[in-house]
């Protein structure tokens, strides 16, 4: 069974400072996805970054990186200079692999969020 | 482009009513997912649909059903709602199953 783990309920930054968002995964699956996801306060999800177990180089986004440690099991969300519109909850996901034939169905597993707020 | 669009928004059930949560994307996706958020667990899967006619149970399905009845739409049914079920249900879709799955913006349900 895939696990997510999401080790900091809360994360304080001050704005224009970096900051990382831990995630480390457990899962038997040679191929799988990562993903980083932003629930503002308003509810809605957004998708923020993608990392696929076979990309050689870390993903980026604008001010998202995602630093992918494989070996480690660990896919850390970085957000360099923070803004105050980066307080959310911010989710880390993994898509399962794919199942005997070949298929993946897309089943994301979500760890329990961390929630960043940005101080001006 | 509406994306995602879950109906309705907010509802209060009594214990034993009956609903059904509508989610309609217009992005001609295959895929589409009920997720449920509580809080302190994220989100977990309740049924998912790979393709109009068919559906899957996902990770927390008893008490749900669902149907794809047209590419577009997916619905979640509860036929006797308990206060269990008090929760966010998000509704997402995909083209595939290794892409991006774009989420609707939430419906929260509450069972008194």
């Known amino acids: 069974a895939q696990k997510i783990t999401q080790t900091q309920p809360g994360m304080f930054v001050q704005e224009k400072e970096a900051v990382t968002l831990d995630c480390t995964y457990d899962t038997s699956d040679q191929s799988y996805g990562l993903f980083w996801y932003k629930q503002p306060s308003s509810g809605e999800m957004i998708f923020l970054i993608y990392q696929g177990s076979y990309d050689e180089q870390n993903a980026t986004e604008g001010r998202y990186s995602l630093n992918f440690q494989k070996a480690r099991k660990s896919a850390n969300l970085v957000i360099s200079a923070s803004q105050l519109g980066d307080s959310a909850m911010y989710f880390c996901?993994?898509?399962?692999?794919?199942?005997?034939?070949?298929?993946?169905?897309?089943?994301?597993?979500f760890g329990q969020g961390t929630i960043l707020t940005v101080h001006p | 482009n509406a994306g995602v669009t879950q109906t309705p928004k907010f509802r209060v059930l009594k214990t034993g009513q009956s609903m059904t949560l509508l989610c309609a994307q217009d992005?001609?996706?295959?895929?589409m997912y009920w997720y449920r958020q509580d809080p302190g667990m994220g989100l977990r899967l309740i049924h998912y649909s790979v393709g109009e006619g068919t559906t899957a149970k996902g990770e927390v399905p008893d008490g749900y059903n669902v149907s794809r009845l047209k590419k577009q739409n997916f619905l979640l049914g509860l036929e006797s709602a308990a206060p269990s079920q008090t929760s966010v249900y998000f509704c997402a879709s995909s083209w595939t199953g290794r892409t991006e799955a774009f989420f609707g913006q939430g419906t929260r349900l509450t069972v008194v």
């Open positions: 992005m001609n996706h295959e895929y």
């Open positions: 996901a993994m898509r399962e692999g794919r199942d005997a034939g070949g298929t993946s169905y897309g089943k994301l597993t």
